[in-house]
């Protein structure tokens, strides 16, 4: 697979333009390394713009945005597939930064995938021909080009004739080459997914059809169904069961067990023994009054515990939802947040620059979590800080980019708030 410098760049610094690095002009996977060779740290932004919607940001595939490349360092994206057309954009905070964009691409070579109206000259034993006027996938066998599918649209189905007699199984033939079954999906879009570009001879199946790769035409045909041809059924063996042998005579019942013997007599009762004697009931005489008892008594049962009756339960408040408006708070000049701000939009209107002041705790108590989206409505570029004792953590600023920008303010600590969104790069 050849490798090739696609472009190399070394740009002014950032000032609300970003410089081409590159437009590709094969279909390849690229990467961009980026060098500092400055005295200072440096924030880079790479994006990529689709030919499919060239000056449409909404579009545009970021593939690092304000990236931190430090003194002496450098940085390599993570590889990417483009297109023929597709474009390669760069900008960093300075003028220090290097720019170069590299690809790995197929390069040419046979195909055995034919897309034509006339059949195809010299063949070989494995290469398939799509008739681009019928749509019938032929495979080469050596002696000429077999139907095995077709990619013409499927017409109506016409009714079911009657079954032809069985004809005899014919030899088998010998091992076609020239497709390779590299897997399975259950879509085609999974399949283009993963699989942009294949390879002569690559295909998968998607049940119940295969799909070849077409190199002509740098896409997955549709071949058909993948199911092969059902073997004759075997001849079914003998079922064999030997002889059954003759009942035996039954033999004669064993005696049973000898007479019971006579009981024996039962024996004579023996005599009643003589009562004893009654002993004599003697009271002995009654003991001194002893002295008052010092001990306290028992302490009586403790009386019932009574519990009144529980009121009724309130009625359930109602439930909220993801849709509920926000409030927006327009303001046309600097501003010190309010708890009431707490989850509103302030949209700034402001001609020439303004801020916005977080205050402290002490002043207004907002709880850890809560936020205030910020919007640059006006020309007027935005600033975000604290007041005195509140810190505000940001990156690459803690300015909004350009008009229509947004970013959030949350609070993450009793006077540490973070700011995020669409921030200016210096």
């Excluded at 304000?66 to 057309?85: D, I, K, P």
């Excluded at 109506?156 to 007699?165: A, I, K």
């Excluded at 690559?202 to 041809?229: L, M």
């Amino acid at each position: 697979m050849p490798v090739k410098r696609l472009g190399v760049a070394s740009p002014a610094a950032y000032t609300n333009a970003f410089t081409e690095l590159a437009t590709a002009d094969v279909a390849c996977v690229a990467s961009v390394i980026i060098a500092n060779k400055g005295a200072v740290e440096l924030n880079a932004t790479v994006y990529v713009e689709p030919v499919e919607s060239p000056g449409n940001p909404s579009n545009y595939v970021y593939i690092v945005n304000s990236l931190l490349v430090g003194v002496g360092q450098s940085f390599e994206t993570f590889r990417f597939a483009m297109t023929v057309g597709d474009k390669i954009w760069v900008a960093a905070s300075t003028a220090n930064a290097s720019f170069s964009a590299t690809v790995a691409y197929e390069s040419s070579g046979r195909s055995n995938i034919i897309y034509s109206s006339t059949q195809p000259g010299f063949p070989q034993v494995g290469d398939i021909w799509v008739n681009s006027s019928s749509g019938a996938v032929g495979l080469y066998t050596g002696s000429g080009f077999n139907t095995v599918a077709t990619v013409a649209p499927t017409g109506p189905t016409g009714p079911t004739g009657p079954t032809g007699p069985q004809g005899v199984t014919g030899p088998t033939g010998e091992q076609g080459s020239g497709i390779s079954i590299l897997g399975s999906y259950a879509t085609i879009e999974l399949l283009e997914a993963d699989n942009a570009t294949g390879n002569p001879g690559d295909a998968y199946i998607v049940s119940p059809n295969v799909y070849i790769w077409d190199e002509q035409n740098s896409a997955w045909v549709n071949s058909g169904p993948f199911v092969g041809p059902t073997g004759s059924t075997g001849p079914t063996g003998p079922a064999v069961t030997g002889p059954t042998g003759p009942t035996g005579a039954q033999g004669p019942t064993g005696p049973e067990g000898g007479p019971t013997g006579p009981t024996g007599a039962t024996g004579a009762t023996g005599p009643t023994g003589s009562a004893g004697a009654t002993g004599s009931s003697i009271t002995g005489p009654t003991g001194p009054t002893g002295a008052a008892s010092t001990v306290t008594g028992p302490t009586g049962p403790t009386g019932p515990s009574v519990t009144g009756p529980t009121g009724p339960t309130g009625a359930t408040g109602a439930q909220g939802t993801w849709d509920t408006v926000q409030p927006i708070e327009v303001k046309s000049d600097t501003y010190t947040l309010v708890l009431a701000d707490a989850g509103k939009l302030v949209r700034c209107t402001k001609g020439t620059a303004m801020s916005i002041i977080v205050p402290t705790n002490a002043a207004e108590a907002y709880s850890i979590g809560q936020r205030v989206d910020i919007m640059q409505y006006g020309a007027g570029q935005v600033t975000v800080s604290g007041d005195t004792g509140v810190t505000v953590r940001f990156t690459p600023t803690n300015k909004l980019r350009a008009t229509y920008s947004t970013a959030s303010i949350i609070k993450i600590g009793t006077d540490e708030w973070v700011l995020a969104g669409d921030l200016a790069l210096t």
